[in-house]
């Protein structure tokens, strides 16, 4: 297998895009990167597009929409292809890249993931990412990604005497790196004083899926984040002389039951385990050797089980960590640095994406201040698609 | 002659599948068995389409949650929903119509209507108090 570098980066804001079309976002990210790899003039040796998104056929009304990015950004006759996978695309698109390069198909690869959801009012939306639960035994009963986060929580709860103020506690961590991050859709930090201790806790910060409140789930974003690959032992390398390679060093993926009824122990994210190992075993890392993480927190209980199902913590142990500040931006090991989903945002295509983005940035040091990681090697990116039924794992480490 | 069948009221019913050839039950019906790797045509031309077992009545809940945040369709300030376990070891997701449900209490598995579409009723789990 060949070594797969990421040679380019690009973001836009995430937040409220309305205003704008889908591809021009993806555009817009798409730039960013080229000219963050330095090959703007050059972009035709990109020979392959992947593009993830979700919606676009449902909400925006576009199809076709890899060879629409292709043209508006001029980058014709790159091959190009649409990759869906829920919440995950964006990292299952990154995988796609990886694996055209890994396999000598191709050299260069771009990866842009967007999606533009705030364009349909909250109740369409929430459909929309309610129709990957199971169509007649779940998606029919108004279940939605909320409903079931809520139901995980509550036995999480009974099982490890998580309380709703250690949730909290995620979510103060999280704005507090997303309030550093200029992409971020949430920029305010909060108190706990604001969402859990205070007297007017229980008005700023409502149930939406109990015992889950507001300050416990992502908010809806728009947005989009490009990455730009390339073999590291390709003669092509000599283009990308403006910033420092990071390597793509372990990619793993696996999937679950569809009905989360169906799943033997309903806390066993089984997914998330699999695709950790593989992702692992390809880097010949074990969890101790990761120095930070990106985990799909769209809701903050997940960040805290995703961290114990990779093998950061044991079992009902993650609410220790965050007590005892290990996943701070100082601890021993930060996670969520950009925010999270929480407070960065989630634009489904978008997501996986913007999670190895911001691996890069701290692997090449260049995190805005009081959010850079010190001296990382190795960063893990975990892409949470349906409730657990599809998760892609990633690993980037220093060259 | 007039056909005065369709007129019939039937109760509506969800149902568990059973595997022909090994008896496993599923819900909802796969394609392929787990445990046999046996076939199912929907249609019943190539293979069986599965024989169809009412699922229902005594059940455990397993886990809940109260939702404020509703989808398109559901013109409510909240739902209740649950999963929760049936006597013959099926699990199912549903509506939950208790107002103070507890992990492990004891529900009765009815099929009510889960949600209204122009011209079509949708049934589906109702979870209530035994009677
Ligand atoms: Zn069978």
Not at chain 1, 184 to 189: C, K, Q
């Amino acid at each position: 297998m060949r070594k797969v570098a990421i040679v380019g980066i690009g973001h836009t804001v995430f937040g409220n895009l309305s205003e704008f079309e889908l591809v021009d976002i993806m555009s817009f990210a798409s730039g960013n990167a080229l000219e963050d790899a330095g090959i703007l003039k050059d972009r035709k040796i990109i020979e392959q597009v992947f593009v993830a998104n979700v919606g676009g056929g449902i909400i925006n009304h576009q199809t076709g929409i890899a060879s629409s990015l292709v043209s508006r950004i001029d980058l014709e006759p790159a091959m190009a292809e649409l990759v869906e996978n829920g919440p995950a695309s964006g990292s299952s698109a990154v995988k796609a890249g990886f694996a055209a390069i890994a396999s000598g198909m191709v050299d260069v690869v771009m990866v842009t993931g967007g999606e533009l959801m705030r364009t349909v009012t909250g109740w369409k939306g929430t459909d929309f990412v309610a129709m990957l639960t199971h169509p007649e035994a779940e998606y029919n009963y108004g279940l939605t990604l909320p409903a079931f986060a809520g139901m995980f929580t509550r036995l999480y709860m009974k099982k490890y005497g998580l309380t709703e103020r250690d949730l909290a506690m995620v979510a103060v961590k999280d704005h507090e790196n997303g309030a550093k991050n200029p992409y971020s859709h949430v920029e305010i930090p909060c108190t706990l004083d604001a969402i859990h201790d205070g007297e007017n806790a229980n008005v700023v910060n409502p149930y939406i899926a109990e015992p889950i409140r507001l300050y416990g789930a992502c908010p809806v974003s728009d947005g989009a984040a490009t990455l730009i690959l390339c073999a590291s032992d390709s003669p092509k390398m000599k283009f990308f002389t403006k910033k420092e390679p990071v390597l793509i060093t372990g990619m793993g993926a696996a999937t679950d039951t569809h009905c989360v009824h169906n799943r033997k122990d309903p806390l066993e994210l089984t997914a998330v385990r699999l695709s950790a190992e593989k992702a692992l075993e390809m880097a010949g890392l074990s969890p101790e050797d990761i120095s930070f993480a990106e985990l799909h927190d769209a809701f903050v209980i997940l960040e805290l089980a995703i961290s114990e199902e990779v093998g950061f913590f044991e079992k009902g142990k993650a609410k220790e960590a965050i007590k005892e500040g290990v996943t701070r931006i100082d601890g021993r090991l930060p996670i969520n640095t950009s925010g999270g989903l929480k407070s960065k945002g989630h634009p489904l295509g978008a997501t996986g994406v913007s999670q190895i983005f911001e691996l890069v940035k701290q692997l090449r040091g260049e995190a805005e201040e009081g959010r850079q990681v010190k001296d990382p090697e190795h960063g893990m990116a975990v892409n949470f698609g349906g409730f657990g039924n599809n998760v892609v794992t990633t690993i980037c480490s220093k060259e | 002659m007039v056909d005065f069948s369709v007129y019939e009221l039937k109760e509506p019913e969800v149902y568990a599948y059973k595997c022909p050839d090994c008896g496993a039950l599923y819900y909802p019906v796969p394609m392929i068995c787990k445990k046999c790797s046996a076939r199912r045509d929907p249609s019943g031309v190539i293979f069986s389409s599965w024989e169809q077992v009412p699922l229902g009545g005594k059940c455990k809940l397993l886990t809940w949650t109260r939702v404020y945040a509703l989808p398109e369709g559901f013109d409510v300030k909240y739902l209740l929903f649950g999963i929760v376990e049936f006597e013959n070891g099926l699990r199912a997701s549903g509506r939950l119509l208790v107002d103070d449900p507890r992990i492990g209490m004891e529900l009765d598995g009815k099929v009510g209507i889960v949600k209204e579409v122009v011209g079509e009723d949708i049934y589906g789990f109702m979870f209530d108090l035994p009677d």
